[in-house]
């Protein structure tokens, strides 16, 4: 009876996960957007459901697939629609992984045609887009809330500083610095940290193992 639980350790748990890049319209033909390609969230999301979890998995413009009973995909555009759609389901989950690469800021105003070439600059306003793991930290109330974290510089120092100004209970530390770790690689080298201040650093392993080693820490804290 127990290696059956013990086998499927996300079995009747519902998790959410957020996945990609996001893209800001400009105008109707352009976006402001980044080379995030949505492995690490896809992942995490075929992990998840392989221990048994039902996956929410809301995903911004990308070429994964994925094709498994228990993982619902919401596609999304613009980090203001993957805000809305996270909220729609965060309540109902036991946990949040918010992998996606956010837009930072968007145009402040979308142009309704296309913009003509005219002088020789062209200035855009920019505006900052909500937080969305922030405003889930803010409100969480049973949920376990994983948030990344990509830094060049002072990394440790400012995935700390991320996990307690976001309330999240683990942040996942990319070193993009490593070679073959990162953004359209195929393999990824983490730091984890949890609220109690431990650390503990992994090798440079596929996307997938990595997904494996994030959910394992997971289900020992959410299951402690
Ligand atoms: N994130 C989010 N909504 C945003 C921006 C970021 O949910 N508008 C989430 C990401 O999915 C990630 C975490 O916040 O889980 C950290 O993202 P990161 O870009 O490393 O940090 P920021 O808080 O955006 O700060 P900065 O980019 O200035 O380092
Ligand atoms: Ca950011």
Redesign the pocket.
């Known amino acids: 009876e127990n290696d059956i639980i013990d086998q499927l350790p996300l079995r009747g748990k519902k998790v959410l996960i ?1 996945a990609g890049p ?1 893209y800001e319209a400009i105008d109707p033909v352009r976006f402001i957007g980044n080379h995030s390609s949505g492995k690490m969230g896809f992942e995490i999301a075929k992990a998840s459901a392989n221990l048994g979890a039902e996956v929410i998995l809301v995903s911004g413009p990308t070429h994964q697939k994925v094709n498994h009973s228990l993982i619902h995909v919401i596609p999304v555009t613009s ?1 203001q629609e ?2 809305d759609a ?1 909220h729609l389901h965060f309540k109902d989950v036991d946990i949040a992984i ?7 800021y968007k145009p402040k105003y979308a142009a309704s045609q296309k913009i003509k070439k005219k002088e020789t600059t062209l200035t855009l306003e920019l505006e ?9 930290g803010e409100i969480k109330t049973k949920q376990y809330l ?6 060049t510089n002072n990394e440790l120092e ?1 995935a700390k500083a ?1 996990l307690k ?2 309330n999240l209970n683990l ?2 530390l ?1 070193s993009l610095n490593d070679k073959g770790a990162g953004f359209k690689k195929e393999t990824n080298k983490v730091t984890l940290i949890d609220a109690e201040d431990k650390v503990t650093e992994y090798e440079l392993k596929s996307k997938a193992d990595v997904a494996k080693d994030i959910l394992n820490v997971i289900i020992k804290e959410v299951h402690a």
């Not at 994983?146 to 830094?151: N, P, R, T, W």
């Open positions: 957020t996001t980090a993957m805000y996270t918010l992998s996606a690469a956010v837009a930072d900052k887009t909500k937080d969305i793991l922030a405003s889930l994983v948030g990344f974290a990509l830094e400012n991320k100004k976001k942040i996942v990319n």
